[in-house]
């Protein structure tokens, strides 16, 4: 794909997302509120291995377990304030107009790396026993979910390792001043605070990454970005096990299944790319199975029916709803 035909990819990404969200402010909220019915109503027909997926999905996102109260300080749609992470705001407010209005909720938006004190929706939390107050939801579709076509087999790529980034956090930055200048790496800091440092590079687009065998996932504040476009390609995935998790469940994926694991110090990255470079068939297994488990967020339609199983939840469990029996139990 040239540079020109992947910018104008991306932005037709972006502005998909924008229209469908200006497209659905002028559908009536009743109707929205209808719909919400409808497709609880169609999940009943489901097959039962259906069921069971979306459940569990339902409930790993939103992991509250018994009736909570708010705080008096919550937010409803009918008095939301417009917020500076806009994208964020509009992706919560497409969800939140299938619900009456006057329902309460917390929500955090950004990169949130602590477990709130009450249930909160959140973009991300930290993988651990006790994050059952951070209620996750897809939110910042537009630079999480941009999943771009890979052209290239995994042979055809170049047989080196990319990583592009700003070094704002330690791990990171020890890890480009350790292997920027690996003989089986193309890795840099791309930020301006780099400059004249022998780290710094330029800026690569993700198609250009796309063009290398192995790419390096480094979780900045809480998950990596490129994450999910990396597990969507040809291209090997290589990272630390993941801290933080997202919509996209990164505390579900497994090393050696779905990606390649490294020491938290990143010792051993040469030795991996030693083994896979002589066992590309596990290369190809681990990449098939990674792109497999992308596949499972790509149905919009079902996206959208989880998204609001996770929110009837929230909404049960603080005593504004009455609790959704859902299907595919035990």
């Given at each position: 794909m040239s540079p020109v035909t992947?910018?104008?990819?991306?932005?037709?990404?972006?502005?998909?997302?924008y229209s469908g969200h200006a497209a659905q402010r002028l559908v009536p909220a009743a109707w929205l509120r209808h719909q919400r019915e409808r497709l609880l109503r169609q999940l009943q027909t489901l097959p039962r291995a259906e069921q069971n997926a979306i459940r569990q999905r339902v409930h790993y996102c939103n992991r509250l377990s018994a009736p909570t109260t708010l705080p008096p300080t919550t937010s409803s749609l009918a008095d939301f304030p417009r917020e500076k992470s806009r994208s964020y705001q509009l992706d919560l407010v497409a969800m939140l107009r299938y619900f009456p209005s006057h329902l309460?909720?917390?929500?955090?938006?950004?990169?949130?790396?602590?477990?709130?004190?009450?249930?909160?929706?959140?973009?991300?939390?930290?993988?651990?026993?006790?994050?059952?107050?951070?209620?996750?939801?897809?939110?910042?579709?537009?630079?999480?979910?941009?999943?771009?076509?890979?052209?290239?087999?995994?042979?055809?790529?170049?047989?080196?390792?990319?990583?592009?980034?700003?070094?704002h956090q330690d791990h990171r930055r020890r890890f480009v001043e350790t292997f920027h200048d690996h003989p089986r790496c193309n890795i840099a800091d791309i930020h301006p605070n780099a400059a004249g440092k022998p780290w710094h590079g330029d800026f690569m687009s993700v198609d250009e990454q796309l063009q290398y065998r192995y790419i390096i996932s480094l979780e900045g504040k809480d998950v990596a970005t490129n994450l999910k476009w990396i597990m969507a390609s040809n291209s090997l995935c290589l990272m630390r096990r993941p801290r933080f998790e997202t919509w996209f469940m990164e505390?579900?994926?497994?090393?050696?299944?779905?990606?390649?694991?490294?020491?938290?110090?990143?010792?051993?990255?040469?030795?991996?790319?030693?083994?896979?470079?002589?066992?590309?068939?596990?290369a190809r297994a681990i990449i098939r199975r990674a792109n497999r488990y992308v596949d499972t967020f790509r149905d919009q339609a079902r996206e959208r029916l989880i998204g609001l199983l996770v929110l009837h939840k929230y909404f049960a469990d603080s005593g504004q709803l009455p609790p959704l029996d859902?299907?595919?139990g035990d």
């Open positions: 992947a910018k104008a990819h991306k932005n037709l990404h972006k502005v998909g997302i309460r909720f917390c929500h955090l938006f950004g990169d949130v790396t602590d477990i709130p004190e009450v249930p909160t929706l959140v973009k991300s939390r930290p993988i651990a026993d006790d994050n059952h107050n951070s209620v996750l939801l897809k939110l910042n579709r537009v630079r999480h979910y941009y999943l771009p076509r890979d052209r290239l087999s995994h042979e055809q790529k170049k047989p080196l390792a990319v990583w592009r980034g700003s070094c505390g579900r994926l497994e090393p050696g299944v779905h990606y390649v694991p490294l020491k938290d110090d990143y010792s051993d990255l040469d030795d991996q790319l030693a083994y896979y470079d002589a066992h590309p068939e596990e859902l299907p595919g």
